[in-house]
């Protein structure tokens, strides 16, 4: 089972991003598919998760201005980021109860 992140980058304060994951080589849906992300000298936090069926969580940090969702290719799950802040830099990566932590995606955010 091998997981890709993609979709980072460098962007200014108030924009926007799309970060894509994709899961291949489980020949079973995976129910549970979330964004975590980690900050130069911060913990490891939760951004967003999504279980089959579309029910959806979200940090605090991020409500009203991430969104994350399944795509139709199985196994795949994005993070739509809007109103980027400074503090939302971070690594970003994508879990599910599947795969191990991936090389994630860096998401940077100038002010």
């Known amino acids: 089972v091998q997981l890709v ?8 304060a108030g924009g ?3 970060l894509s994951c994709a899961v291949s ?6 129910n549970f598919m979330a964004w975590y992300r980690q900050a130069p000298g911060k913990q490891r936090e939760l951004v967003a998760s999504i279980i089959s069926g579309g029910i959806t969580n979200y940090a605090d940090s991020v409500k009203g201005r991430f969104t994350i ?17 400074p503090e939302d830099t971070a690594v970003y990566y994508c879990k599910t109860p599947v795969t191990t932590w991936g ?8 002010s």
Not at 69 to 85: D, E, H, W
């Open 16 to 18: 926007s991003l799309r």
């Open 69 to 85: 969702s399944r795509g139709n290719v199985r196994n795949t799950v994005y993070l739509q980021m809007n109103s980027l802040k």
């Open 103 to 110: 090389q994630g995606t860096q998401v940077t955010v100038s």
């Open 5 to 12: 992140e993609s979709g980072g980058g460098l962007v200014q």
């Open 25 to 30: 080589g489980s020949i079973f849906s995976i």
